[in-house]
């Protein structure tokens, strides 16, 4: 039997990499869904869940934006580190790079992300800061496919959590990150009984 491989991007610390990681392993994604996170692929060099996902055996590779001279050789170059993999799915976490609509358009259907608010609102960057200056009384997260939209694309999951009083962004980020880390592999997990 083929097995789906599970190709995750990240840009930083890989938090939510780790959680989709340790959830393959814990719920036998293996066995249960002939899944596998196949690789780790980073475009900073120095991205802190490179570390964490090469102690864990994973296949680590980096794709440096900073090398190419345009969005599109990048992604070309990406898409050639990505397809080594076979991949199954392709899973954004923390993956700061705007794609070209050619990338999203060769893996549509499975390629996801995970964004820090409740969708459609805060699309884009700083987002917490923007829910709290909006007074917003609740936040959250959204996976969603793909689409050549920035944070946009049909959901898979939300999670909401409370705006407390006194919150700085930190402190609404981190109560978010908790959410993230239990509606992303929520999410695949899903996505792959389908596949
Ligand atoms: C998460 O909040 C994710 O939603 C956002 O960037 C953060 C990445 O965190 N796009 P990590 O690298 O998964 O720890």
């Known amino acids: 039997m083929q097995m789906k491989n599970i ?9 939510n990499m780790a959680a989709i990681t340790q959830v393959a392993q814990r719920e ?4 249960l869904h002939g899944a596998r996170v196949a690789a780790v692929i980073s475009n900073r060099p120095h991205a ?7 102690a864990q055996g994973l296949a680590t590779d980096v794709v440096d934006h900073k ?10 170059a990406l898409a050639e580190a990505i397809d080594r993999h076979h991949p199954a799915l392709v899973v954004l976490a923390g993956f700061m790079r705007i794609l ?4 999203v358009q060769r893996y549509q259907g499975r390629l996801l992300n995970i964004h820090p608010s409740l969708l459609p609102a805060f699309p884009g960057l700083h987002t917490h800061q923007r829910a709290l200056e909006a007074g917003c009384k609740v936040a959250g997260a959204t996976v969603h496919q793909v689409t050549a939209e920035l944070d946009f694309g049909p959901i ?9 009083p006194g919150d700085t962004a930190d402190a609404l980020a ?6 993230e880390h239990q509606i992303y592999p929520r999410a695949i997990a899903q996505l792959l009984t389908a596949l």
């Open 7 to 15: 190709v995750i991007l990240i840009s930083g610390t890989g938090s």
């Open 28 to 31: 036998r994604w293996g066995e």
């Open 48 to 54: 802190k869940g490179l570390e964490w996902a090469r």
């Open 67 to 76: 090398l190419f001279g345009s969005r599109e050789l990048f992604d070309a």
């Open 100 to 103: 070209t609509p050619g990338f």
């Open 156 to 164: 898979l999951e939300q999670a909401a959590v409370p705006v407390l």
């Open 174 to 179: 981190a109560r978010v990150l908790v959410q």
